[in-house]
């Protein structure tokens, strides 16, 4: 029987580098996905694999903390404040025309994966809101008004 090639992927060389410490799963996870843009299937394998934890236990983790995507995400990811202090200020209505813009809802992703709108609870900068992120960029007392520029900044959907 041939022998197993060894692993030389990415999810294989994160998960030996953090494999000695306790409770390394989460850290290999918020590192595969910095890496990879999300956590694929067969990533997840491979750490299953390396740190000797069932799939099925790596899912749960990976499905019950909001941080981690298990789908491609699109190339510029808006992320909306849905907190009180934003809420009160209008966020909702700024989600709501970046849906429109956008045609879709928050959690998806444009068919020709340009974006992802993603509604947040808070950034933390409640005084400034509504508060929205793209990518690593905060834009903040954001009016519904905005959203067609801020878009069109980042890649025109319409």
Do not use: W
Request: with cysteine; net charge positive.
């Amino acid at each position: 029987m041939p022998e197993k090639p060894k692993l030389a992927s990415k999810a294989a060389a994160i998960s030996r580098k953090h494999a000695a410490e306790r409770g390394a799963l989460i850290p290999v996870l918020q590192e595969l996905q910095e890496e990879e843009g999300y956590l694929k299937p067969e990533s997840l394998a491979e750490v299953s694999e390396q740190l000797k934890i069932p799939l099925s236990s790596i899912y749960g983790v990976a499905t019950f903390y909001a941080q981690f995507r298990l789908e491609q995400p699109g190339k510029n990811i808006i992320q909306i404040c849905s907190g009180t202090a934003c809420h009160v200020k209008g966020s909702k209505k700024v989600l709501e025309e970046f849906e429109k813009e956008l045609g879709i809802k928050a959690g998806e992703t444009t068919q020709d994966k340009k974006f992802t709108l993603l509604s947040v609870r808070c950034f933390g900068a409640c005084a400034l809101g509504p508060i929205i992120k793209v990518n690593d960029d905060i834009y903040s007392s954001v009016a519904a008004g905005q959203a067609k520029g801020i878009i069109a900044k980042y890649g025109d959907k319409k």
